[in-house]
């Protein structure tokens, strides 16, 4: 419009030069528009495209070692001819509604299994870190510009790309329980109750570790999601005796509501929790073992089960019951709202994997909500912003750097003996603690320098500002 506007007074000296000038600039223009509209639509395509070659790469490698593909289809073949599964594959040791979400891929070649699997894994993979990034833009007052986000998805990806690929190494299906878990969150900060207590509970029904999600539910008065929790568990986890009911099922355990699952809390889950621990057949978490990354694992690489027992239980209490008051208190502290589900799902996440009996490098996915909420928060925080990345920094040492290939086997070794892992971990919890403390910091602050206002006229003027806590978490005004 400027060019048009300045070319007009021209055309009445030189008419034809003027008219050509016009269309040149037009045509210049229009040009320019083009490659600025191919660009915006060129940009996601060459993104999932490189995703689609990176992909390709890879795939090599995820079939080289099938584990996954071997055990997971062999004990859903196991529950399809009515077999206990614990007697069938000693090794299987997940909930039997796993088993029975496994059966397609038991009537498949091996090929056909792993192609199947790294497509179903790429796919909870890539929708757990979009729902992370979801979740934890929703804990900010404002929205992210284009230059922030992509800082938040870069530092994000790179925080927990060792951790997603551990999950394709091994051929985990931790993947699959973690876009579950995160579905429900996502949809818990929407005010779906329904599709959060569902997608809840499918994730606890594949593995045993997201059921710490109820409590939280029924804590935060999230009475409609905790109850569909509920109902959706047991039918999920009573489904494979419903319609799978075992052939050599003994009279003891036929006493039961159900067998499959039955057998699976006296064998497996009970004892991993100290419940008659002599019922296991296979005791899994037991032992000292430096790929044991949880608490457990952690106090087992230091204390020796066997002949020190008494001292072991007492000092995994300690270690347990502190972790769950540190978490506690943090949650109890937030308000029930949908921008405190951030920093609550994170925080239980870490729960979640400290407080297992076993905790495997690939179950460390998990933190891909408490990474993507702490730089989410970290780059709207004014107060302790150095604090941090400091911690982030820190935990990335811990967690990816020290058991890299590139400081060699023996330094990951020694990392693994002192529990670099769960170090790395837990040292988020600082600044998850800071960043809740300053919103009640604020919270008080700004409530003491608020005037006193008398009961007949409410409880808050209208003219009152709002208050925007500095912290990059907003406090609550309920």
């Known amino acids: 419009m400027r060019n048009q506007a300045y070319a007009a007074p021209l055309a009445k000296r030189y008419p034809v030069a003027s008219t050509g000038m016009i269309a040149a600039v037009r045509v210049v223009l229009s040009l320019v528009n083009f490659a600025e509209n191919l660009g915006r639509q060129l940009r996601p395509r060459s993104v999932w495209l490189l995703m689609i070659v990176a992909a390709a790469i890879y795939y090599p490698r995820f079939v080289k070692l099938p ?6 289809p062999q004990a859903a073949s196991c529950l399809w001819h009515g077999q206990m599964l614990q007697a069938c594959d000693a090794g299987f040791t997940y909930p039997p509604f796993f088993a029975l979400v496994m059966l397609p891929f038991a009537p498949m070649p091996l090929w056909l299994r792993d192609l199947a699997w790294y497509v179903v894994t790429l796919a909870a993979t890539i929708g757990s870190f979009k729902l992370s990034e979801s979740i934890a833009r929703k804990a900010l007052p404002a929205p992210l510009g284009h230059a922030e986000l992509c ?58 570790t997201p059921l710490i999600f109820l409590p939280y539910l029924l804590w935060k008065r999230h009475f409609t999601a905790a109850a569909i929790f509920g109902v959706v568990y047991a039918l999920a986890s009573l489904l494979p005796d419903i319609l ?3 052939a050599d099922g003994d009279a003891y355990f036929s006493a039961y509501f159900s067998t499959y699952f039955s057998t699976w809390l006296h064998q497996v889950a009970g004892p991993a929790f100290g419940i008659n621990p002599a019922g296991a057949p296979f005791a899994f978490w037991d032992g000292a073992n430096i790929l044991n990354h949880s608490l457990r694992g952690a106090i087992s690489l230091n204390i020796d089960e066997a002949h020190s027992r008494s001292v072991f239980d007492t000092a995994l209490a300690a270690a347990d019951g502190s972790l769950i008051i540190v978490v506690g208190t943090l949650i109890a502290l937030l308000p029930r709202r949908s921008r405190s589900v951030a920093i609550d799902g994170s925080l239980l996440l870490i729960a979640m994997l400290m407080l297992s009996p076993m905790t495997s490098r690939s179950h460390y996915v998990a933190l891909l909500l408490p990474y993507m909420t702490l730089v989410a928060l970290n780059l709207r925080d004014a107060r302790s912003a150095a604090l941090g990345r400091t911690v982030l ?41 800071a960043l809740v403390l300053q919103r009640q910091v604020s919270l008080i602050g700004n409530l003491a320098a608020r005037p006193l206002v008398p009961a007949t006229t409410g409880t808050q003027r209208a003219s009152e500002p709002p208050f925007r806590s500095q912290s990059g978490f907003p406090p609550s005004r309920e």
């Open 393 to 433: 920094a820190v935990s990335f040492a811990l967690v990816t750097l020290a058991g890299n290939d590139a400081v060699g086997e023996a330094f990951t070794v020694w990392a693994y003996r002192h529990s670099a892992m769960v170090l790395g971990t837990l040292v988020l919890l600082i600044y998850f603690a």
């Open 244 to 246: 799978f009911g075992p």
């Open 151 to 208: 800082w938040l998805r870069f530092f994000a990806l790179l925080l927990s790309a060792k951790l997603i690929l551990a999950v394709f190494e091994n051929q985990a299906y931790d993947a699959l329980v973690v876009v579950a878990a995160l579905f429900g969150l996502a949809a818990l900060c929407e005010g779906r109750a329904f599709v959060a207590g569902a997608s809840l509970a499918f994730a606890a029904a594949l593995k045993a």
């Open 67 to 72: 584990g996954g593909m071997e055990t997971y």
